[in-house]
């Protein structure tokens, strides 16, 4: 197999012409989403119908794939299974083009990033088993490997945890929901809940592996806790006796765990268990982010902590709860990572930081050592507007922001970085918060066709095209695929919309 490839690879003109028909005499177009690092049009093809003969060659990179279709046959190498899927989804996009006769084609293609992401948020709203199957299933055809799952929240807790049945019984479950913008006012009325049980949580995994997809857990600490303090209000600052409740609207609430109370800590440990005995992944999310600290600076367990530790700062407390979730965590081989609020308080060289104020943070932890994942909510919060005319285009209610496609396509994961910090940076990912988005087939409004720039850049940011070009090849590659599994994609970059 590889001496009949590389010589071939190597030989071959890149002038070679072909059509989809496989005759000779029509150029190339064949559109791939990622653009390949190589790509080689020429001779016979095969059908579409012949089988696929797939094998792995350790030489390769674990992720890395060679498709050749020659002579009337198909196959499809690679580094690793991982690496054999991934060309598999480029033999879909040929095939969604070609129909039934297929061009003579060698692909050779590696990602850029190990770490290439897509977070749904399934607290503010709550998407069925089958629905976190579709989205695992859109992740897939976008060879993208890490699913960050958002689990806990203000407005819901999703995540059955057998030592705490509460957390699902009281947590999981908002009294009502804000109707319309943030500052509306006014509340549907109606009791909104869902939770996944351990199997559910297990079953996706699963599914997800099947995909070559790690799943990672988000449980949130020490802020965006009002779930879980409803369901165990000894958790918190304000104690026993305060009422709190599950959120039933948007934005950063002062409720808080506490950090000086034992017990929280225990809580976080007994839960992490049950996560870990769940999730395989090396990493587990720890949250981080908007943990406002005016709870912790009135608390008197939180200010005795901080006087017996000698910290100056609130945020030293924030800093002392993922240092012994850290070690904790360490204990089971496993790292944590959170969003870029981890730095306030001094951060541990070995955790991992989620960037997504922007980029800054993570240009900051990759200068001090750290590892990163870039989530800018500059180039990838997919529930920001996709147009300027937002309502006016047709746009869904969303939370702000304006995000064309366009912009997606333009990000530099490497954009202010010197080669040594660029190794930091261990991938990328976008986020999908939401509040604003109820059903599945919005969530596939908001990812289609954004997550393919991220894909994009996730594997070939090198070679990525003008961006014309880019939609061009979407249209023609994916397009066709979205169509046939009835995605409800947004088509505005195709209308030339922004
Ligand atoms: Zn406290």
Redesign the pocket.
């Known amino acids: 197999m590889k001496k009949l490839l590389y010589p071939l690879l190597a030989a071959v003109a890149l002038t070679l012409l072909v059509s989809c028909t496989g005759s000779s005499d029509v150029p190339a177009d064949l559109s791939i989403v990622p653009n390949p690092v190589s790509m080689l049009v020429g001779g016979r093809g095969a059908k579409a119908s012949a089988t696929v003969r797939t094998q792995v060659d350790a030489t390769l990179a674990p992720e890395e794939y060679v498709l050749t279709i020659r002579k009337g046959k198909i196959s499809i190498t690679g580094g690793s299974e991982a690496g054999i899927f991934w060309g598999m989804q480029t033999l879909a996009q040929i095939q969604a083009q070609c129909g039934k006769k297929l061009p003579g084609v060698v692909i050779q293609d590696k990602p850029a990033f190990s770490y290439r992401g897509a977070h749904l948020d399934c607290c503010r709203h709550f998407f069925t088993v089958d629905e976190v199957k579709q989205y695992l299933d859109i992740m897939a055809l976008h060879k993208l490997n890490v699913f960050h799952w958002h689990l806990t929240e203000d407005q819901g807790w999703r995540a059955e945890i057998k030592q705490y049945p509460k957390l699902t019984e009281v947590g999981s479950v908002r009294a009502e929901t804000l109707v319309g913008h943030y500052g509306s006012d006014q509340y549907d009325g109606t009791p909104y809940g869902g939770f996944y049980t351990q199997d559910d949580m297990r079953e996706i995994v699963r599914y997800a592996a099947d995909r070559h997809i790690t799943v990672i857990p988000e449980i949130e600490m020490p802020g965006h806790a009002s779930a879980a303090l409803a369901s165990y209000p000894e958790l ?2 304000r104690g026993a006796n305060y009422p709190y409740k599950v959120q039933t609207t948007w934005g950063i609430f002062p409720e808080v765990l ?4 034992p017990e929280t800590i225990t809580f976080l440990e007994n839960v992490l268990d049950e996560i870990c005995d769940i999730f395989p992944s090396e990493y587990i999310h720890i949250g981080g982010d908007e943990a406002p600290r005016e ?2 600076e009135k ?1 008197p ?2 200010q005795a902590l901080m006087k017996k530790m000698g910290f100056k700062r609130e945020a030293e407390l924030q800093s002392y709860i993922n240092n012994v979730i850290e070690q904790y965590l360490a204990g089971k081989d496993r790292k944590i990572i959170g969003w870029d609020e981890i730095l306030d308080g001094g951060v541990s060289q070995s955790a991992t930081v989620m960037s997504w104020r922007g980029a800054k943070g993570g240009i900051a932890a990759a200068k001090m050592g750290n590892d990163v994942v870039m989530t800018p909510n500059s180039h990838f919060y997919f529930d920001y507007y996709q147009t300027k005319g937002r309502e006016a285009n047709g746009e869904p209610l969303a939370i702000g922001g304006y995000l064309p496609l366009s912009k997606c396509y333009e990000y530099d994961p490497f954009d202010q970085l010197g080669d040594a910090e660029k190794a930091h940076i261990k991938g990328i990912q976008a986020n999908l918060w939401t509040e604003y988005i109820a059903t599945f087939d919005h969530v596939q409004h908001m990812i289609l066709p954004r997550i393919a720039a991220l894909a994009e850049i996730a594997w070939n940011p090198e070679g990525r095209t003008e961006y014309d070009a880019f939609v061009g090849r979407i249209e023609k590659g994916l397009l066709p695929i979205y169509d046939v599994r009835g995605y409800k994609y947004a088509d505005y970059a195709f209308k030339g919309i922004e």
């Open positions: 918190g600052c506490c950090a000086g109370n709870e912790w608390c367990k939180c």
